[in-house]
């Protein structure tokens, strides 16, 4: 990929990431989750991408603050959504681009681990693993089937044998609706 630039979002980028999150999921409902966890200064830190290439906005990726919980010395975690490319530039990369540039930036503030519910046949290509089999649980309870969509990436290393339990978000990725297929 030539010509990228890949940058930290401000205010002004705001009316675009919510087109490509409109676009790229083909619906409001992620546009939406961006807007209540920009909003919430309880998802702090956050992490916030915006990639462009050839001059234009191509893709977005948001990792908030999350924590285990009842673990007063549990270690600090992210949770990666959204992570969005505008439909006419899928399959180049973009998304992978913008995923491990979030990741790293998660791990330069300290983040340890990184948690989502996403595609099993992607994100794996970012290191992410299945986060149940390492004894997280999710917010709300999950079918078995949609168990393989729990994920989580360690940013820093043992944090994954060190920690387990039920991860937690603010109150825009905790919503039941979220949880529920």
């Known amino acids: 990929m030539t010509d990228i630039l890949l940058r930290a979002a401000d205010a002004a980028d705001l009316p675009e990431i919510l087109d490509i999150n409109r676009r790229a999921f083909d619906g409001p409902a992620e546009a939406e989750l961006v807007e209540a966890l920009l909003a919430d200064d309880s998802a702090a830190p956050r992490v916030n991408l915006v990639l462009f290439q050839g001059g234009a906005m191509r893709g977005h990726v948001l990792l908030s603050r999350g924590w285990l919980d009842g673990i007063p010395d549990a270690p600090t975690l992210s949770w990666l959504a959204p992570l969005s490319v505008h439909p006419d ?48 649980e999710t917010p709300h309870p999950l079918p078995d089937d949609a168990q393989p969509a729990w994920m989580v990436r360690e940013l820093q290393k043992g944090a994954l044998d060190r920690w387990s339990g039920r991860v937690r978000a603010t109150t825009a990725l905790e919503r039941p609706e979220l949880w529920t297929p």
């Open 89 to 136: 530039w899928q399959g180049r990369g973009i998304g992978q681009v913008l995923t491990h540039a979030a990741l790293a930036r998660a791990a330069e503030i300290g983040q340890s681990l990184v948690f989502l519910m996403g595609h099993p046949g992607y994100y794996p290509k970012c290191g992410f693993v299945p986060a149940g089999a390492h004894g997280f």
